[in-house]
């Protein structure tokens, strides 16, 4: 198995750190999660194919330790599971040289993303180009402080706004190509963890970013074996 395959998929739903915990289902030579943020902010969705394990439901309490723990490891190694009947005690990794063994954690601990039900009609969908999304990147590295982003329509002219307020203040304006608008009001998102949903999916040539009047947003990669979809929820605007 591929080690960098692996740290990947781990990367797309770990997000930096804003998911930490997460149960992973592998099946048919496919591995998957749910996942939600401890903010509650973001609802992901994350699939990679040609991998091949056995079937299991794994419990990743830790997944800051278990990214130590790999770092160890060269880039090939083998993935095995220590199980107790039906349940997934610990996994075991090994390189041609070393191994590693990481306590795998009861999922009933494991928070467990709501199922998305009466999703609302997206009115706005904005093309991220690979140019969009390494502004947006850049945007928010260079207002390190700064938590929120505004997305602002016209129904003509859209613009993703870093550091938007009725006031002054420093921020990054981005415009934005649509292929469908409307005019809605503007809606405010988690910035940092926008900002780490892009960093873990720029490898992507081209992803559609949706937007609902309603106050939730999609946005969906697809690249190689994987396949991610991603759900923000609206923060309130205090401006």
């Given amino acids: 198995m591929n080690k960098q395959k692996l740290t ?6 770990y997000l930096n750190g ?4 997460v149960i992973l289902n592998s099946n048919s030579n496919k591995i998957a999660a749910r996942f939600i943020s401890a903010d509650k902010t973001l609802l992901g969705e994350l699939e990679m194919d040609k991998w091949p394990f056995e079937d299991a439901e794994v419990g ?37 040289l070393s191994a590693v063994n990481y306590m795998l954690s009861d999922t009933s601990i494991i928070s467990k993303p709501p199922v998305m039900k009466n999703i609302p009609n997206f009115q706005l969908k904005i093309e991220m180009t690979p140019q969009i999304m390494n502004k ?5 590295g260079a207002l390190s402080e700064t938590d929120n982003f505004t997305v602002i329509t016209n129904g003509t002219d859209t613009k993703l706004v870093i550091g938007y307020s009725s ?19 503007n809606i405010t998102f988690n910035a940092n963890i926008f900002k780490e949903v892009l960093s873990a999916n720029k490898e992507c040539e081209s992803a559609v970013f949706e937007v609902s009047s309603e106050g939730l947003s ?22």
């Avoid at 999609?218 to 401006?239: E, G, M, P, R």
């Fill in 167 to 185: 006031i002054s203040t420093n921020r990054v304006t981005i415009p934005v190509i649509t292929t469908e608008s409307t005019d809605i009001n």
């Fill in 60 to 96: 990743i309490y830790s997944t800051d330790q278990f990214l130590k723990l790999l770092g160890v490891l060269d880039d090939d190694i083998n993935v095995s599971i220590k199980k107790s009947g039906d349940k997934s005690i610990s996994l075991k990794v090994t390189d041609a």
């Fill in 18 to 21: 804003f998911v930490n915990s």
């Fill in 136 to 140: 947006f990147i850049s945007g928010k």
């Fill in 8 to 13: 990947r998929f781990i990367s797309k739903y």
């Fill in 218 to 239: 999609k946005i969906i990669f697809n690249v190689d074996d994987y396949s991610s979809t991603y759900y923000l929820v609206a923060i309130q605007d205090n401006d």
